[in-house]
């Protein structure tokens, strides 16, 4: 079965734009959670959609959102870029929380 | 709260065992485990939930300390092609993996 898409895998932007990233869940997966991956901090919850909506969001400023459709896609979105928001973005999905996530290969984004 | 993960890094030989930790200052429901390759995405291994349940991987184990909220990844006999990083994540569901820094494992020849 096909596994989580992200688009696009790489990204070049310049600070003060902003950017969209898509996520495509595992078919049957209502649960779709991104973090953000850079190699000081690790990786770190931004936020989780369960059926279009948004449960939780992780300590980031508002500049970062996301939304959910009702086919579970989800997109995030990240305005007035700055140069520490150059990282990996990965996207998961799961089944109910009892279950392991399965992660898309990510979008690589710079910010020059 | 970051769970902490010991040992930081790791460089065995083909064939020996491996154990990681991975240790919480807040109650757990359950833990996860992945692991990550150099440019890849991280890989489920195993959830280990609270009251003893373990969904995962056929050739890994691990532990759950519910009380002292600990969990252990043991890896024997370890190949070549268990090398990467592997993260520890507590919580999920709604609030999202909080995933420890990391043990960085090298597995040589």
């Known amino acids: 079965k096909a596994g989580v898409t992200q688009t696009p895998r790489y990204l070049i932007k310049t600070r003060g734009q902003q950017v969209t990233l898509s996520c495509s869940p595992i078919s049957g997966h209502r649960s779709v959670s991104w973090y953000q991956q850079t190699p000081g901090q690790g990786l770190q919850f931004l936020f989780e959609?369960?059926?279009?909506?948004?449960?939780n969001k992780g300590n980031f400023p508002g500049r970062f959102s996301g939304r959910q459709f009702s086919n579970s896609r989800s997109e995030m979105n990240v305005s007035t870029l700055e140069l520490g928001d150059s990282a990996l973005y990965l996207c998961?999905?799961?089944?109910?929380?009892?279950?392991?996530?399965?992660f898309g290969s990510g979008t690589r984004l710079t910010v020059v | 709260q970051q769970p902490v993960q010991s040992p930081q890094a790791v460089i065995l030989r083909e064939g020996e065992d491996a154990v990681i930790n991975c240790s919480s200052s807040k109650a757990l429901y359950s833990v996860h485990w992945y692991r990550q390759k150099h440019g890849e995405a991280p890989v489920f291994l195993m959830i280990?939930?609270?009251?003893?349940e373990q969904k995962g991987h056929d050739k890994i184990s691990a532990s759950f300390n519910e009380k002292k909220q600990q969990s252990s990844l043991y890896l024997t006999a370890s190949q070549l092609s268990y090398s990467g990083t592997y993260f520890c994540g507590t919580g999920g569901g709604a609030d999202g993996l909080t995933f420890g820094k990391g043990t960085h494992l090298i597995i040589q020849p």
């Open positions: 998961a999905s799961s089944l109910p929380a009892d279950y392991g996530y399965t």
């Open positions: 280990l939930l609270k009251g003893g």
């Open positions: 959609y369960f059926s279009e909506t948004q449960r």
